[in-house]
């Protein structure tokens, strides 16, 4: 198993190099192509501090579980990248996936069926209703199977719409292992 501590988190002085100011260069060693650590000013780093780091490169990435780590890894960074957040399903970008709103008596008269149960939610006998804010991840789907917007009759029904719209969106995606 591979023991990392959060890396996206720690500082330089955590890490064992900062290879930050460092860059790849290309050169030639006889008739194979091969890469130096050259810095910003131009300095190659030291061969053994070099080959330090290679060494533990090779420890890491030879290691049998480095495929599902490093795949892990960049699955959660892109879905955090992305403002979901695997700990509150309701909130992307820190922000609520659905709100409440209460019908204005003084606009025209509405109805709509709610999209999960179906019961039929009208402004002349109801006073609220909820609907999904954010559309990204609806948009996302190949598969279109509810309304352009999303409208329930109750809090417990627009958490079901949501739920089913952030699970298709992940299995599409392969991120299956991050549902929760």
Not at 23 to 50: C, I, N, T, Y
Not at 101 to 119: H, I, M, N, Q
Not at 134 to 144: A, F, I, V
């Amino acid at each position: 198993m591979i023991d990392v501590s959060d890396t996206r988190y720690q500082t330089a002085n955590d890490l064992l190099w900062d290879l930050s100011r460092y860059f790849l260069m290309k050169v030639g060693v006889g008739e194979s192509p091969a890469l130096m650590f050259r810095d910003s000013h131009g300095f190659l780093m030291d061969p053994h501090q070099a080959l330090e780091i290679i060494d533990k490169l090779k420890i890491a990435y030879e290691s049998p579980e480095i495929n599902a780590f490093v795949e892990q890894e960049n699955q959660d960074l892109h879905l955090e990248s992305m403002g979901i957040d695997l700990n509150h399903r309701y909130l992307l970008n820190g922000i609520n996936v659905y709100k409440k709103k209460e019908f204005d008596p003084l606009k025209r008269k509405r109805s709509f069926s709610c999209a999960w149960c179906g019961t039929r939610v009208s402004s002349t006998k109801d006073k609220e209703y909820y609907y999904i804010t954010d559309h990204y991840l609806r948009s996302g789907l190949s598969e279109q199977k509810s309304q352009p917007w999303e409208y329930s009759c109750s809090e417990t029904c627009i958490r079901h719409v949501w739920d089913e719209i952030y699970e298709s969106w992940m299995r599409e995606r392969g991120y299956l292992t991050a549902i929760k």
